[in-house]
């Protein structure tokens, strides 16, 4: 069926250079790749949501700033992956693109779904064009997991290094840590295990470690996990569930090989320090992150602008769809040897107009925001600026000192004293309220810069050229017009007006 995406922004938050789908709901990015000269982005799809099993959606461009919705292109209809084609990644080969993910089958029956009555196959699809795909077969079974994983055995990071194939895997254990599992292969159909690792202070670092890949930025390599079940802490953690990195020393297929027992251990290999885990977002929606290099050499990111199982804690209010995915960010590494995100430049051919920040732009010399006592804020030396289509890129560099970033009079985000703060003082946060950045976090020790991109119900911010990110939703009343106010003193603060994606009709 040929659908056609509904770009009215004045319905339900639609966005104008994010990716949503006409309809139902998505999640994790998958397959992440360039095949061909054109991008491929795969993402978790139920086009009847809330009906929950799900496949892949999928959207593919030319240049990153064009795209066309294909639809669910990767979708349970077999015994195999009969309740769902969980997650994985692409890889390109033989002038194929091979798509890799995990088959969710449920027994009926008394199970918890957790160690009982659940089944993980990992399979494989192969596209000769991109478009068509073709048999899946299984490549894996959970047979060939050691006895100590759960029935949570899934996303599938795939690639080539040193002449063989390797998988990585994402585990949770019978007893509740987190951890990975690694397997090889000559010719990405038969697969041996070769390693596995989880964290070596003996405590659980989290019940699950899924969504694995691996990233080599200035050549080192880099561990992306997301852990669940981390105790949210007052300024680490403070999501339901979290996503960052460990930096390696050497390979992570030489860590993880250090795993003698393979199969037949009663536990996974514990080689990796728990404390140099570095967390890539401190908004309110963020999780999920895949990475995958394009033809020019660029490693870069995507990330699902959500959460699973948030539906208790704040509110997505959009109807007919839910969720988005980030803007493409290109990764690199600071002096530091600290991993920074900004968006691809391609998206910098979205700005229109610049636009100028004035003192009588500003929302006052001094305010109140909300009726206690708490959200009085004063605004002496404010500047302001105006986005007549609601949606601006803000560049704020050179920052000295304390200062806040007001939009609208909904969200703000704050400096002061030894933390950065992202704080919703209008119902538009839907329940999110306050999210902390401590600065001892960033590697400078105080926030030098911020980029906020801001689309209808998304706000990207980039502290520090993208050391991190305070990725989240928002959902305010007026989305035609938006006001911006800064009380940072700054070297420059530069904003643009934003275009949008050009989205072809759903094939």
């Known amino acids: 069926m040929s659908m056609k995406l509904d770009l009215d922004r004045k319905h339900n938050w639609r966005l104008a ?5 006409p309809i139902g709901w998505l999640s994790d990015p998958n397959g992440l790749c360039q095949f061909n000269g054109e991008y491929h982005i795969f993402h978790q799809y139920s ?3 809330p009906y929950n099993a799900h496949g892949w959606g999928h959207w593919t461009s030319p240049d990153l700033v064009t795209w066309r919705f294909h639809g669910g292109d990767i979708m349970p209809d077999m015994p195999l992956d009969a309740n769902g084609s969980y997650s994985g990644s692409s890889v390109i080969r033989d002038g194929q693109m091979w798509c890799y993910y995990t088959g969710n089958v449920l027994e009926p029956g008394d199970h918890d779904y957790d160690y009982s009555g659940r089944h993980a196959n990992e399979m494989l699809v192969k596209s000769a064009d991109g478009r068509t795909f073709g ?3 299984r490549v894996l079974s959970d047979a060939a997991h ?4 759960s029935n949570h055995v899934r996303d599938p990071k795939v690639w080539e290094q040193d002449g063989a194939w390797h998988m ?5 254990t019978m007893d509740d840590h987190g951890a990975l599992l690694l397997f090889r292969s000559p010719d990405g159909l038969s697969w041996e295990m070769e390693g596995s690792c989880t964290g070596t202070s003996g405590k659980p670092f989290g019940y699950m470690w899924e969504c694995p890949n691996v990233a080599v930025l200035g050549g080192r390599e880099f561990l992306f996990v997301c852990p669940q079940g981390v105790p949210k802490r007052d300024f680490a953690f403070q999501n339901i569930y979290n996503s960052g990195y460990f930096p390696i020393e050497g390979t992570v297929i030489g860590l993880l090989a250090g795993d003698t027992g393979l199969e037949r251990a009663e536990a996974p290999y514990p080689c990796i320090d728990e404390g140099g885990f570095i967390e890539l977002d401190y908004g309110f929606d963020f999780y999920a992150p895949q990475i995958f290099t394009d033809e020019r050499g660029r490693s870069i990111l995507v990330g699902w602008v959500g959460l699973p199982d948030i539906d208790t804690q704040y509110d997505v209010p959009t109807r007919e769809w839910s969720h988005t995915l980030t803007m493409p960010r290109e990764l690199s590494l600071n002096g530091a040897g600290r991993i920074c995100q900004r968006p691809v430049e391609e998206m910098d051919r979205l700005r229109g107009a610049e636009v100028a920040f004035s003192v009588a732009a500003a929302h006052g010399t001094s305010g109140t925001i909300g009726s206690s006592s708490y959200d009085m804020f004063e605004m002496d030396g404010a500047i302001g600026a105006r986005f007549s289509k609601g949606t601006g890129d803000i560049e704020i560099c050179g920052i000295e000192g304390e200062g806040r970033l007001m939009v609208g009079g909904d969200l703000e985000l704050m400096v002061h004293g030894d933390t950065c703060e992202l704080a919703f003082l209008s119902p538009a946060g839907r329940f999110r309220s306050v999210r902390r950045l401590p600065l001892a976090t960033l590697s ?12 209808t119900s998304v706000i990207e911010c980039f502290v520090n050229g993208g050391e991190v990110t305070l990725t989240t939703r928002w959902f305010p009343l007026d989305i035609d017009s938006l006001s911006v106010t ?6 420059s603060t530069r904003a643009w007006e934003m275009g949008s994606f050009t989205f072809e009709n759903c094939g």
């Open 444 to 455: 400078a020790g105080r926030v030098e810069s911020i980029r906020a991109v801001i689309d």
């Open 47 to 49: 086009p009847r949501w």
């Open 135 to 137: 048999e899946k077969v």
């Open 146 to 149: 050691p006895a100590y994983c």
């Open 168 to 172: 990585l895997l994402g585990c949770r």
């Open 486 to 491: 800064s009380t940072f003193a700054a070297r």
């Open 17 to 21: 250079f994010h990716l949503q789908t």
